[in-house]
């Protein structure tokens, strides 16, 4: 099992890589979200978080096939 920062790590490395397409998502809380966006990285440890039986490396594998960029 990953840890959380270990998750964060993976993560950063995929908003870094041209390959993926890692874009802020909107959240309509202003008070948690003042600019109305979740930065990728907060937005996948939220979903993690939120579903604890989701294995981590499974669900990194998974986020890298979908957000690959088609050409």
Known sequence: MLTEMEV???LRGM???PTLVT???FRANTEKWPDNKISFVENHIAYLR?????NPSHYLSNLRLML???V
């Open 8 to 10: 964060r790590e993976a």
């Open 23 to 25: 874009q802020s998502s």
């Open 50 to 54: 939120l579903h604890p039986k989701t």
């Open 68 to 70: 690959r960029k088609k």
């Open 15 to 17: 908003e870094t890589n």
